[in-house]
């Protein structure tokens, strides 16, 4: 079974999330803080899914997903579902430092996109890094 990790900071309304990922075949496990992903990561998780208020990125969140290694990094899709995003916005994705943003409205479908998007990201990385396109399943 894949693992996500759900950062349950406030920002975020985790009983549908867990739903969404347990209906998409997760397992999810929930931390409290920014700090906790990378060892999530590490441990194997190949989702984080952090929510925002604003839309924006968490200054702590950024900085923790900033200095993952990059072979790490490139093991996991991290999803921010946040209000006043549209879901699948690749540029703001990219200017937030995540893999795919998803409105608040569409945080019922998370486990579906997480899984899309595993399989999207997987297939990008499976050239430039074998290990961490295995690390995201197969």
Avoid: N, W, Y
Avoid at 37 to 46: D, F, N, S, T
Avoid at 115 to 125: P, W
């Amino acid at each position: 079974m894949r693992r996500a990790v759900v950062v349950a900071d406030g920002h975020l309304q985790v009983e549908v999330a867990f739903g969404a990922l347990s209906a998409a075949g997760f397992e999810a496990v929930a931390v409290g803080s920014a700090a906790e992903i990378r060892p999530q990561v590490e441990l194997g998780a190949a989702v984080v899914v952090m929510g925002a208020a604003d839309g924006g990125q968490d200054p702590a969140r950024a900085a923790v997903l900033a200095a993952m290694p990059p072979g790490l990094r490139r093991s996991c899709v991290v999803v921010l579902i946040g209000a006043g995003t549209v879901t699948g916005d690749g540029l703001r994705a990219f200017m937030l430092g995540v893999d795919l943003v998803v409105a608040v409205g569409d945080s019922a479908q998370v486990g579906e996109l997480a899984g899309a998007a595993i399989a999207t990201k997987r297939a990008l990385v499976a050239p430039l890094d074998p290990f961490a396109a295995g690390r995201l399943g197969g």
